[in-house]
T-cell receptor
Framework: AQSVTQLDSQVPVFEEAPVELRCNYS??????LFWYVQYPNQGLQLLLK??????LVKGINGFEAEFNKSQTSFHLRKPSVHISDTAEYFC???????????????FGKGTKLSVIP | KAGVTQTPRYLIKTRGQQVTLSCSPI?????VSWYQQTPGQGLQFLFE???????NKGNFPGRFSGRQFSNSRSEMNVSTLELGDSALYLC??????????????FGQGTRLTVV
């Protein structure tokens, strides 16, 4: 079984400032890692994913994340946020090479990012 | 290319009733998963279907059930509704190609309110 911890439930940040949203996971098997964004009254949109290879992954809207296996972390960063980045962000894991091919995702509790003008 | 379509978007039901939610995956996607999202519990996995077979199930009571049709469309049913079933129900579809790490695409959800 896997678990995901998002260390901050709310993060306020001024417009054009950098931001980091933290995510730690626990798993006894190899996992794939994802960050999703949810705008009010909407579903989830994938920002980026880590499957293998380079530990720094770039996603949409200028976001990037770094996979750190030793620290079991997958923190999301953006060098300069915009008002439109105000949303809730979810970190998720999925068992890698699950054989039967289950696509079950385990999510963190989410981090609400508020960009202050 | 059409995304994942969930209907209806909003529902209000009374305790004790039952409800059926529908999900049409992206064309060609054969895996459909359902999640419940509440402020207290966050996003929790309900079940996953692939080729009309339930492949995985989360820790929910038997009142929650689902099925998948031959065209990959899926429905979930909740019987004997309780106030605690009020939530946003999200459906996700995935393209099963045999390659690793295929992402899940989410619909906009069905907001169920039980009164």
């Amino acid at each position: 079984a896997q678990s995901v911890t998002q260390l901050d439930s709310q993060v306020p940040v001024f417009e054009e400032a950098p931001v980091e949203l933290r995510c730690n996971y626990s798993s006894s098997v190899s996992v794939y890692l994802f960050w999703y964004v949810q705008y009010p009254n909407q579903g989830l949109q994938l920002l980026l994913k880590y499957l293998s290879g380079s530990t720094l992954v770039k996603g949409i809207n200028g976001f990037e994340a770094e996979f750190n296996k030793s620290q079991t972390s997958f923190h999301l960063r953006k060098p300069s946020v915009h008002i439109s980045d105000t949303a809730e962000y979810f970190c998720a894991v999925r068992e890698a090479d699950s054989g039967a091919g289950s696509y079950q995702l385990t999510f963190g509790k989410g981090t609400k990012l508020s960009v202050i003008p | 290319k059409a995304g994942v379509t969930q209907t209806p978007r909003y529902l209000i039901k009374t305790r004790g009733q039952q409800v059926t939610l529908s999900c049409s995956p992206i064309s060609g996607h054969r895996s459909v998963s359902w999640y419940q999202q509440t402020p207290g519990q966050g996003l929790q996995f309900l079940f996953e279907y692939f080729s009309e077979t339930q492949r995985n199930k989360g820790n929910f009571p038997g009142r929650f059930s689902g099925r998948q049709f031959s065209n990959s469309r899926s429905e979930m049913n909740v019987s004997t509704l309780e106030l605690g079933d009020s939530a946003l129900y999200l459906c996700a579809s995935s393209l099963v190609t045999g390659s690793k790490g295929t992402e899940a695409f989410f619909g906009q959800g069905t907001r169920l309110t039980v009164v």
